[in-house]
């Protein structure tokens, strides 16, 4: 039974009888393309005058007019027709070439289709690539134009975050600060030390100075006194008579 898929354009249709597909061989697939079930098949060429007749193909070099002729057969896939127009037996003009695969009728697209369909092709890529494009493109007033990828974000997301390390402090750096680490423990000194990391803090006894007794402190308030006196008076003191009280001074008279 025969299939016949219909378009506007011969390149897109395709025939196949299943009844005859198993029995295809060199001799028989001119009359395998001739059924008048297939689209491709002119009914007015002289394949068909030839048939009529009962005429082997052999008159078909002495006829002029459209004709069918088997062009290469590969047993028993692939056979190719072609289409031309004979104006004498030894010129002829190629009008279409048809290939059947596994029995399945196909026209071959000519040079002209070929470069089209690639053009059209290689164009509408393009025409995608830069829709796809204008799509993660975006604008701002304030920030103005930048791209914004769909998958972005996931790749932000699923992106191993890497810690940053600290940088080393300078020399001077760590100077200024052994310097005032050392001065805050002079001026507070901690009240508990741990031995051990995991023990409990001891507190540390601070051992104060005694105080001076108020005797001491007399005894040193008469010691600058003592030494703040002029040296002639120290030697007057000491030429005096013990017991006896200084010479009280006298007026002087002018």
Not at 118 to 137: N, P, T, W
Not at 208 to 225: G, N
């Amino acid at each position: 039974m025969a299939s016949v898929d219909f378009r506007d354009n011969l390149l897109g249709i395709s025939w196949v009888d299943s009844g005859l597909v198993p029995i295809l061989n060199p001799g028989n697939v001119l009359d395998y393309f001739s059924e008048r079930s297939n689209p491709f098949y002119d009914r007015t060429c002289n394949n068909e005058v030839v048939k009529m007749q009962r005429l082997s193909l052999d008159h078909l070099n002495q006829m002029v007019g459209v004709e069918y002729i088997l062009l290469h057969a590969q047993e028993p896939i692939l056979y190719i027709i072609r289409k031309q127009q004979r104006q004498s037996p030894t010129q002829v003009i190629p009008l279409a070439d048809y290939y059947i695969i596994i029995g399945v009728v196909y026209q071959a697209p000519d040079l002209s289709t070929v470069i089209s369909s690639r053009a059209l092709s290689a164009v509408h890529g393009i025409q995608s690539a830069f829709d796809e494009a204008m799509s993660y493109c975006r604008y701002h007033p304030s920030k103005g134009y930048w791209w914004h990828f769909k998958d972005q974000e996931e790749r932000e997301k699923n992106k191993p975050k890497t810690k940053k390390k600290a940088e080393p402090g300078s020399l001077f750096q760590r100077h200024r600060v052994d310097t005032l680490l050392l001065d805050l423990r002079s001026k507070f000194p901690p009240t508990f030390y741990q031995p051990k990391p995991g023990e409990k803090p001891i507190p540390v006894e601070v051992k104060k100075e005694p105080e001076p007794s108020t005797e001491t402190v007399k005894q040193e308030e008469r010691e600058p006194a003592a030494k703040s006196a002029t040296p002639a008076a120290a030697a007057a003191a000491a030429a005096a008579p013990a017991g006896k009280p200084p010479p009280e001074k006298r007026a002087r008279l002018q």
